[in-house]
């Protein structure tokens, strides 16, 4: 069984939504043009990442963040002697480099630049390899998708995608679903969006209410969607067309069967099926 | 003699008449092809621009099983095709992530059609590309009581457990609705 494909067809933003909801182990490896991005998950949490450039050494990440500095490395580099960067890092620890919250700051940090920069790319083909897990050396910590998946989408800027998702605000409202907001960062303009969901309201009059534009107001929908905060019904007086009176005979002498009758030919065409 | 029909939709290539033909009694008479390559012949010609399978259940009753045309030019003919429906099956390709988001438009509109029972079937499951079925549910974002099922058009078994499971959601609706 294969997760493939391209982020022009299945987004950073749906790819990470399907890697928490369905609590994934694996790395997912995405590659454009020769450069790849690769995301350590576990049970749907992102656990560790790098890119081909960089490998995910702890000493890379540090300097990258600018908790370190390359002369500093080079010197560690050489004392430690050790590829492990659990050694690695308490070697820098105990030789008064950095302090522990240097290491989880600078490791977070360094691992929500690669997957934020994600979110940017509109091409690229991926594939997620079930089960695969950093190598022991590497050091890991588990960040929860919900809030990265949110921040991730108001770093889109790209409009085409939200108009394709979200095409006509005034026939959509919303609904919030039962996941536990404690815990998700939500910005003001998200808890502005959020109180004035109701089932009359469409996703239109949500965004007039607050005075946001349609843009502002797709990607602050977009995000929660995503993060599955909220999902689309239609709005309360838009219910799906009634079906019409059946024109057909065959659609006639249905109208008018029993109950009882209508059953019994279903089980009709299952006995039948069934022996096909 | 009273006939029965189900529709069996999906987006272009995701192997709707392989469907219909493993389980259909006649030759699925397949109109489709001819039209595209003769896009000039308008109206009459497109009204039957759609699959068309049969299994007969027993003298007085008639199962048709209805392909509807992948391509979205066609998609005026989907309501017609809809009406009276028993219930609809959503093929998806599995392997095929580019159309998934076509699959969710085309379930969207036969939902709005009708409030008749529908399951989906990720198609094409003997790949080894294919996408689970898992996967897919959560990719169409459909709610947990929809039944995605695996499915491989071209192996009898499976479609003939599509069709089960269809026919199984149609007889618990109509149980539900005469408990009310
Ligand atoms: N491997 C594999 N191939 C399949 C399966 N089902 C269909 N195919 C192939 O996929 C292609 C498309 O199948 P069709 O049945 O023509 O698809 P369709 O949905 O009717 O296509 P349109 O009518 O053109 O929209 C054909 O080459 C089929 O042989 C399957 O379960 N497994
Ligand atoms: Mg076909």
Known sequence: MALKGNLKDFSTTQLLNLVNLARKTGKLDVNQDGSSAYLYFKEGRLVHATNSSDGGHLMTMLVKMGKLSREQAGVANKKSASSSDKVVGKYLMDSKLVTREDIVQGVKDYMLEIVYDLFTWELGDFFFEQNSLPSGNRITMPLNLDNVILEGNRRVQESGRLQDELPDLGKIALKITDKPLRGVKLTQDDWRVISHIHPRNSVKQIAQNNKMDEFQVRKIVY???????????????????????????????????????????VTKLIDRIKRI | MQTVKMVVTGPFSAGKTEFIQSVSEIDVVKTERKISSDAERVKNETTVAMDFGRITVDDDLVLYLFGTPGQRRFDFMWEILSEGMLGFIVLVDSVRPETFREAKHILEIFKSYATTPYVIAANKQDLPDAWSPEDIKIALKVGKGTKVLSCVARDKETVKTVLLELLYSILEKMQAEEDM
């Open chain 1, 223 to 265: 995000g929660m969607l995503q993060a599955g905060l909220v999902e689309i019904i239609h709005p309360e007086g838009l219910e799906p067309k009634k079906q019409r009176r059946p024109v057909t005979r065959a659609g006639r002498r249905a109208a008018s069967q029993t109950p009882a009758e209508k059953r019994s030919v």
